[in-house]
């Protein structure tokens, strides 16, 4: 019996050529719509499908292959006698390739004015069924869905005109893996347009970006997956102009500068070492911003990441080729900041666009056994909703300086305090097991700098031990959430020292 492929694709890429070395083959090709025009203009022999079903297309092409002739030369099992009578009797040809790739419904959705109708018309429903049908029959067909795995079907058709059992499998199982993502994305798409909030079930779909070398640790295998879908203001879709291959900690480490980065409108410089920033700086230039991140903590900067909000130029490509650091993620270099900056072989440069929209995404927390799902953390000091509940009230610059430090504690590790000034951080106290604990830690880091310097505290103050450490170092203001059953406590230490405290009534948790 003649071996059979239908084809029928939206991405044409190499379609042609396929078909070519299957007929090569003795192989007869049954196609549809477009695909089947491309192939008769390059001379591709190319029975149509309306030839196979006896029926014309209808409902403006939603009803093609969706018809007992396709799906029972799909669905039929070789080695069941029975199975291939019916066959006979039908008058139903087997067949033994389907090249199949979808409508572009990932591809229409990322248009930002894309319509309901486009949306829709867009989810292909013949599509993921054939191939669907031909995965499950795996024993008996090859099924591609992947134009790169083209070249391997026809080496191998060209070597017996028979697919291994071993890749008819894995294409198998590759189809299966894209149809359940194609299915995610209009999952998503309508639990979007409806609003559902909490969904009974919750599907993600991601790419491949990167095999990584490792995890966290040597011993810990990783790999490093895209939501196509996503920000482009993310690490996941940088570019990356030099440098090795981003490690898994350098992925995470980079994605924290990033997120502080964003929260200045100023120019603005980040340095962050292991997901915690070890020093910030804002200034009205790029180079008195990253001086003043690189005096913040000129210790812990080294072999850190280092993320700019401005165009990095000549001028602070040579401060930053001073050091040894990681990554250095920018808007864009110029010419001349690449060719200073390239000099070390190792430093990754990547630029993300920070113009534009940035899409807010989900966090996704792994647990053994389950998945956290929260909105990020958002929330923007709003100083028309805090109070002021110490006699003594902040000064203009106490102002900009708790502004600062409350920018920066959101993403630094609970328990966390930042000292900060108007102009930089100056000590960073995080990760630690109580509140006064992380106190200690940044004023012990601040060391003089602590002198008149903003206080701020992601979560409220249980006991006024806090407050009493920041006095005694000579801080002047301090905000934080308040909420506290001992609020009073605090404030009444605030007033014995004559600090001024702001409360947000906001809490900013980092676990």
Known sequence: MKKRALISVSDKAGVVELAQALVEQGIEIVSTGGTKTMLQQFD????????????????????????????GGLLAKR?????????????????????????PFQQTIANPTVTEADAIENIDIGGPTMLRAAAKNFASITVVVDPRDYDKVVEEVKGAVEVSLETRKALAAKVFRHTAAYDAYIANYFTELVGEENPERFTVTYERKQSLRYGENPHQAATFYANPLGSAFSIAHARQHHGKELSFNNIRDADAALQIVKEFEKPAAVAVKHMNPCGVGVGETLVEAYERAYAADPVSIFGGIVALNRIVDKDVAMQLHEIFLEIVIAPAFTDEALEILTQKKNIRLLTIPFEGEKKSEYWLTSVEGGLLVQEQDEKRLDLQNVTVPTKRQPTEEEWNAVELAWNVVKHVKSNAIVLATHEKTVGIGAGQMNRVGAAKIAIEQAGELAEGAAMASDAFFPMNDTVEAAAKAGIKVIIQPGGSIKDQDSIDMADQYGIAMIMTGVRHFKH
């Open 79 to 103: 080695d069941r006698a029975d199975h291939m009578e019916t066959l006979k009797e039908r008058g139903i040809s087997p067949f033994d390739f389907v090249i199949v790739n979808l409508y």
């Open 44 to 71: 591709v022999p190319v029975i149509g499908v309306e030839e196979v079903t006896g029926a014309k297309e209808m409902l403006e092409g939603r009803v093609k292959t969706l018809h007992p002739n396709i799906h």
